[in-house]
């Protein structure tokens, strides 16, 4: 039976909702049935790792940096040795016992070092120049190391999957958890399921996809029920164990996860040779980057397949996800019916009158202020590093430098950036000539063109979160992502992969492709639809682009004006100091404040529970509120608290950054016993990469919506390509 084939039919046995526990019971164990097949597959897998491991460490026929890239693959593949042994040992591998047995006896990680030691002896007896010292070392880059290696980790956390099934062991809690809500209250909780230490490591993902269908098929009712609580695994006992734990990460993520890819083992092949392949190569035309790259090539190998994750790992971890997105969103304030809303005046008597006040001096000491803080991140950077191009070469210190330089100084330009957003809304003065002028000067200087933003700007906030008016992070259908080849990128990486192209792709080259095409601007423009993704009349340099009327063409070319001014600057600094130091001082730094201004707007408005509204449903109130308060930290301070007020913002973009805070209270006083007030306590990054692995598209563009992820549509075809 194909793969596609078996997932049709386990996606048939499971389309109603499951009660019968003992019908379960059987669907899983049945699949985790043994094969010869899949275990034959993971012994020649193993044969494959350990060739390239013992070509890369003997030295043949690469570059000397690949030696330790080949200890480490060594490592794994002793690793696998020793856990398929006593999967054999088990009984658990081959359908046949002759097998198990056998296997049981040669899969020994011993006879690694038996045969180390014969070739050893048998080097002194061909007529070979190779002193002792180099056969010794031999021994030890392909031997010894990668065994000492393999059996630190196995000591740390024995090498037997146990996270594989540990992850099993909980789907199956929580399957049964709903099999058990699903019955009479007064019902004994059902035994478990399957056993999961007698599943074939090789059916592991199998067995996972067989327990995600099942608990899919459950409405929401039963799953507001699951206690997730329950299903915690257990942390590393004391402070030593979890550091090295944390160490031990990268290898166990390789060692576990993408031996269990099943069918995809040809893309980690072809990833391997790639990324062994730019690191030869680098070799070659990066002298100083290799002379550091033989102690940290081991940890790179890894890198490459980081984002990558099993399919048992995948279907548990959606599976978790779906019962806890359920709940949160059961425990989310619905909607409120846009007659039940207070009025904008309501609203604004709730702050005191105060926080609606300006002041010259506070607004040009917060300037001031940043100014200081980023002459003094570049002083700090000339006197302690090395600038490239200026003669000397640069060591580590000076790339790790430049690289904590850049994201300091980006994060210190982005409050620049955030008080020239001030003074577009109006909350920097009371005086539009004074806005505008410290707005036009701070945004050129960040390379926006300060009218431009303003116009598209003040879109965003006027049509918030409306699904074909709205402006910067309208969210897509999931046509949309199908029509552009996004449903079936996913399918190809996977969930974590697409997840880390959504990251990239918003704060890496979300602002400029922004500014050039208003990628993720509206669907519709002068009340006519427009072309998406990639628009080339709705940019924001030209003064005829389509996003501006003609009153505002004399604005949009004194923007680009500007733009080409500091462009110019930037040309000449390079003529005099080299692009290096300009790249490293300017442009460095820029990205990370690009970064900064798209991973608000994209975080203050996206989340699973957050609504979007489509024309009969969309009121200007309605969608302010539709904005979250998120803690940033010590963040908060460079960027004028941007994004813990951002609630605030979106009512009342006059309010100044300084009283930004104190409104936010008695907003916050307001509008929560009303349950309108949003705030996610969520640490910032974990909170980014939850909207990037969840929030994915829409159903439409009518009524209310909230975001679906992904996996909901194209996991069910990702039989495919397992």
């Keep these: 039976?194909?793969?596609?084939?078996?997932?049709?039919?386990?996606?048939?046995?499971?389309?109603?909702?499951?009660?019968?526990?003992?019908?379960?019971?059987?669907?899983?164990?049945?699949?985790?049935?043994?094969?010869?097949?899949?275990?034959?597959?993971?012994?020649?897998?193993?044969?494959?790792?350990?060739?390239?491991?013992?070509?890369?460490?003997?030295?043949?026929?690469?570059?000397?940096?690949?030696?330790?890239?080949?200890?480490?693959?060594?490592?794994?593949?002793?690793?696998?040795?020793?856990?398929?042994?006593?999967?054999?040992?088990?009984?658990?591998?081959?359908?046949?016992?002759?097998?198990?047995?056998?296997?049981?006896?040669?899969?020994?990680?011993?006879?690694?070092?038996?045969?180390?030691?014969?070739?050893?002896?048998?080097?002194?007896?061909?007529?070979?120049?190779?002193?002792?010292?180099?056969?010794?070392?031999?021994?030890?880059?392909?031997?010894?190391?990668?065994?000492?290696?393999?059996?630190?980790?196995?000591?740390?956390?024995?090498?037997?999957?146990?996270?594989?099934?540990?992850?099993?062991?909980?789907?199956?809690?929580?399957?049964?958890?709903?099999?058990?809500?699903?019955?009479?209250?007064?019902?004994?909780?059902?035994?478990?399921?399957?056993?999961?230490?007698?599943?074939?490591?090789?059916?592991?993902?199998?067995?996972?996809?067989?327990?995600?269908?099942?608990?899919?098929?459950?409405?929401?009712?039963?799953?507001?029920?699951?206690?997730?609580?329950?299903?915690?695994?257990?942390?590393?006992?004391?402070?030593?164990?979890?550091?090295?734990?944390?160490?031990?990460?990268?290898?166990?993520?390789?060692?576990?996860?993408?031996?269990?890819?099943?069918?995809?083992?040809?893309?980690?092949?072809?990833?391997?040779?790639?990324?062994?392949?730019?690191?030869?190569?680098?070799?070659?035309?990066?002298?100083?980057?290799?002379?550091?790259?033989?102690?940290?090539?081991?940890?790179?190998?890894?890198v490459p397949f980081m984002v990558f994750r099993s399919k048992v790992c995948r279907y548990v971890q959606i599976l978790h996800e779906s019962i806890q997105t359920e709940q949160r969103r059961a425990s989310t304030p619905p909607s409120v019916p846009k007659e039940a809303l207070p009025s904008v005046a309501e609203v604004r008597a709730s702050i005191p009158p105060e926080c609606f006040e300006h002041s010259y001096v506070k607004s040009f000491l917060l300037v001031l202020r940043d100014a200081v803080i980023i002459a003094s991140f570049a002083a700090l950077a000339t006197l302690c590093l090395r600038v490239p191009g200026w003669g000397e070469q640069l060591s580590v210190f000076d790339w790790l430098g430049w690289a904590t330089y850049a994201f300091w100084q980006g994060t210190a330009f982005t409050g620049w950036w955030v008080l020239a957003h001030e003074c577009g809304h109006g909350g920097f003065s009371a005086s539009t000539i004074v806005n505008d002028t410290v707005g036009y000067i701070l945004h050129t200087v960040l390379l926006v063109p300060y009218f431009s933003w303003q116009f598209s700007h003040a879109k965003h906030h006027s049509k918030t979160n409306h699904l074909v008016d709205g402006e910067s992070h309208v969210p897509d259908t999931h046509d949309d992502l199908e029509d552009i080849g996004f449903v079936q990128l996913y399918r190809l990486v996977g969930r974590t992969g697409y997840a880390v192209f959504q990251l990239i792709g918003h704060l890496v080259f979300g602002w400029p492709a922004y500014l050039l095409f208003n990628i993720t601007g509206g669907r519709r423009l002068k009340g006519q639809p427009v072309k998406k993704p990639f628009n080339f009349t709705t940019d924001h340099f030209r003064p005829n682009s389509d996003l501006f009327p003609p009153s505002w063409r004399g604005r949009i070319a004194f923007s680009t004006f500007g733009i080409f001014v500091v462009l110019g600057v930037l040309a000449w600094a390079m003529w005099n100091y080299g692009a290096g130091a300009v790249a490293v001082y300017y442009f460095m730094p820029y990205l990370w404040c690009n970064s900064w201004l798209v991973l608000y707007t994209w975080m203050q408005h996206t989340d699973l529970t957050v609504p979007h509204y489509g024309d009969s449903e969309w009121t200007w109130l309605r969608g302010a509120l539709c904005t979250i308060d998120r803690p940033y930290g010590i963040f908060d301070f460079f960027h004028h608290k941007i994004g813990s007020t951002h609630v605030c913002h979106h009512l009342f973009s006059k309010v100044p950054a300084y009283n930004a805070k104190k409104a936010t209270k008695y907003l916050k006083e307001y509008l929560e016993p009303r349950g309108l007030y949003r705030y996610d306590p969520t640490w910032w990054p974990i909170a980014a990469w939850r909207v990037a692995t969840t929030c994915h598209y829409v159903e439409g563009v009518e009524g209310i919506q909230y975001y679906k992820t992904l996996h909901s549509k194209a996991d069910d075809k990702e039989e495919k390509l397992d």
Aim: proline share 4%.
């Design 1 to 302: 039976m194909t793969s596609r084939r078996k997932a049709e039919t386990w996606n048939a046995k499971v389309s109603d909702p499951l009660q019968d526990v003992e019908r379960v019971a059987f669907l899983l164990t049945n699949e985790a049935q043994m094969s010869l097949q899949n275990a034959g597959r993971i012994v020649v897998k193993i044969i494959a790792v350990s060739v390239i491991g013992f070509t890369l460490a003997s030295n043949i026929l690469f570059s000397w940096y690949l030696v330790p890239v080949g200890v480490v693959t060594l490592a794994i593949a002793a690793g696998w040795l020793d856990a398929i042994g006593k999967e054999c040992s088990n009984h658990r591998f081959f359908p046949q016992e002759n097998l198990n047995s056998v296997f049981a006896y040669l899969f020994r990680w011993q006879w690694v070092v038996v045969w180390a030691s014969i070739l050893f002896a048998l080097s002194f007896g061909l007529s070979m120049p190779f002193t002792l010292s180099y056969r010794l070392s031999k021994v030890l880059w392909m031997a010894l190391i990668p065994l000492a290696l393999m059996l630190l980790a196995r000591t740390l956390e024995p090498f037997n999957f146990q996270h594989a099934r540990g992850d099993i062991q909980k789907a199956e809690a929580l399957v049964r958890q709903l099999a058990t809500t699903a019955k009479a209250a007064n019902s004994d909780a059902p035994a478990p399921l399957i056993e999961h230490e007698k599943i074939p490591v090789y059916k592991l993902g199998s067995v996972a996809k067989v327990l995600y269908d099942i608990a899919d098929s459950y409405d929401t009712k039963a799953k507001l029920k699951v206690d997730l609580t329950e299903n915690q695994s257990p942390k590393p006992a004391g402070a030593l164990q979890e550091m090295l734990s944390l160490i031990y990460a990268p290898y166990r993520r390789v060692a576990n996860e993408l031996f269990l890819w099943e069918k995809r083992d040809l893309a980690l092949y072809a990833v391997a040779v790639l990324y062994i392949g730019m690191v030869y190569s680098c070799s070659h035309t990066m002298t100083c980057a290799l002379r550091v790259g033989a102690f940290f090539s081991p940890l790179l190998l890894l």
